[in-house]
């Protein structure tokens, strides 16, 4: 199949007094299946990666777990009732792929997919687009014990899975992504160890990546044999890279971080082929052996849309690296980069100490259209942490509602320029665990009280989104 023309709409702005958005524009909010869900053990769903790491000592803030979480297991109908207050026209969830096949293999388990049902078919009924992910993280521990995503098998196991879903839901949903973030499974997970399964092997990274991506295509292939008619991409996260002074040395130090964090995922799934520079990089880590003939055309089998998420910039200068923010990191980041120091311009940072860059999301979206597909492109994710507080029943998100409300200029301004993009996914719908910072950093709309019956407060950036989604759009400033 060739890469379809952007559907009627994307792209075509209606220019007024206000910032409006193209006719159709796909507003929505995102999640993960075990930042949210809990019932770690409920219905037969078996253990994951993230379920092992968050039990090990030291790997999580606090010792926090997925086993509760946001109880959304249990609270299906009223969260659903929650997006459908906020007027949400779409909502991005991942499926847990060892609630649906305990040990990655296997048939599928009735009581996991029945979750899923419900689910979609409650968003149906809220005139809610279910955009389901395949795959945000949570690798079946039993596949990490044979292997995990270094070994080639993971990825036909990954197109197995695909089918089972794709079976289930395949005629009541539409719009499918297969990898959330190939980056961070592969370089945070078997690199730098900071998340599940913990693993700090460089060259294991690397071909991590290689089978996410093999993965991903084996499951386009399967989705697409499945349902001809849906619509099918992948989610990357991506950053413009600039060099913190024109030195050459900086200069050189930008395109290697480029090359790992972003074109090592953007050329094989969107051009088939790995960068050259990128491999001569790598090349005292790996020998790309792993690499099979015919598997960057499987990697590239045409998509219908790409999902780009986007949280900030680096600036990166040549030098021995600051000691490590998280005192969880032991092993590499960056294979082969070890030698590049993240730089701080002191501008404005969330709770993750994440910069504050919104013209960063118009490069990103125009260097992704100009410089590798015409398909239609879609924030997945976008979204901040900020320290929350209930006062009198009520959260003043202002921080948050700001870096929407830039962000959103930003696509916008993309939109503007050319770039066919086709809707925005606000990370996150409500607070959730977040990976190896547990439940201490918020970038939920929604507030969710752990402590007191997981109580849900619309926060002042959810009252804003809806009222940016009824108008399709912003005032003008
Ligand atoms: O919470 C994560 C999400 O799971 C993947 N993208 C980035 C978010 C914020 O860190």
Redesign the pocket.
């Known amino acids: 199949m060739s890469n379809p023309a952007p559907s009627p709409g994307v792209g075509v702005l209606d220019q007024g007094t206000e910032l409006t958005f193209p006719s159709g524009f796909l507003w929505g909010a995102a999640t993960?299946a075990y930042?949210i869900e809990g019932a770690a053990t409920e219905d037969g769903r078996g253990p994951s990666i993230w379920d092992t790491f968050s039990h090990t000592e030291g790997t999580v803030v606090a010792g926090h777990t997925g086993d509760v979480a946001c109880d959304h297991y249990h609270r299906l109908a009223s969260d659903v009732s929650l997006m459908a207050d906020l007027g949400l026209k779409s909502y991005r969830f991942s499926v847990s792929w060892p609630r649906v096949q305990p040990t990655g293999s296997g048939p599928a388990n009735a009581k996991g997919l029945d979750f899923y049902r419900r689910l979609v078919d409650d968003l149906l009924d809220s005139d809610i687009e279910p955009w389901l992910t395949l795959y945000?993280?949570d690798l079946p521990q039993r596949l990490e014990d044979e292997g995990g995503w270094p070994a080639r098998d993971t990825a036909a196991r990954f197109a197995d899975y695909t089918r089972l879903v794709v079976d289930a839901l395949g005629d009541r949903v539409r719009h499918w992504t297969t990898l959330?973030?190939p980056w961070?499974s592969a370089f945070l997970g078997y690199g730098s160890g900071v998340h599940a399964p913990g693993r700090t092997d460089s060259a294991a990274a690397v071909r991590a990546g290689h089978h996410l991506m093999l993965g991903h295509g084996l499951a386009v292939q399967a989705l697409r044999a499945a349902r001809p008619d849906a619509q099918v991409g992948v989610t990357v996260?991506l950053y413009p890279v600039d060099p913190a002074t024109d030195s050459p040395e900086d200069v050189d130090a930008a395109r290697r971080i480029d090359g790992l964090a972003n074109r090592f995922f953007l050329d094989p799934l969107l051009r088939g082929s790995y960068p050259q520079d990128v491999r001569d990089d790598l090349r005292r880590i790996c020998d790309f052996g792993h690499v099979r003939d015919g598997d960057l055309a499987v990697i590239a089998t045409p998509l219908d849309l790409v999902g780009i998420?986007y949280?900030s910039r680096h600036v990166v200068a040549a030098g021995p690296p600051e000691p490590a923010s998280s005192g969880f990191v032991s092993g590499s980041t960056w294979p082969g980069s070890e030698d590049v120091r993240f730089v701080s311009r002191g501008v404005p940072v969330t709770d993750?100490q994440w910069e504050i860059d919104a013209p960063g999301l118009v490069e990103t979206l125009r260097r992704v259209h100009d410089e590798y597909t015409d398909l239609p492109l879609y924030v997945t994710?976008n979204?901040s942490?900020f320290v929350d507080t209930v006062v009198d029943g009520r959260v003043d998100d202002v921080d948050r509602v700001a870096y929407f409300d830039a962000h959103l200029r930003a696509a916008h301004a993309a939109i503007s320029a050319g770039v066919p993009l086709g809707g925005y996914f606000a990370?996150?719908l409500m607070d959730?665990f977040?990976?190896a910072w547990g439940f201490t950093?918020r970038?939920g709309m929604i507030y969710v009280d752990y402590d007191d019956d997981q109580a849900r407060i619309p926060k002042s950036s959810a009252r804003w989104y809806a009222e940016v989604i009824r108008r399709n759009g912003l005032a003008a400033q």
């Open positions: 993960a930042q945000h993280w959330n973030e961070c996260n998420n949280y993750m994710e979204g942490a990370w996150s959730n977040e990976w950093k970038f």
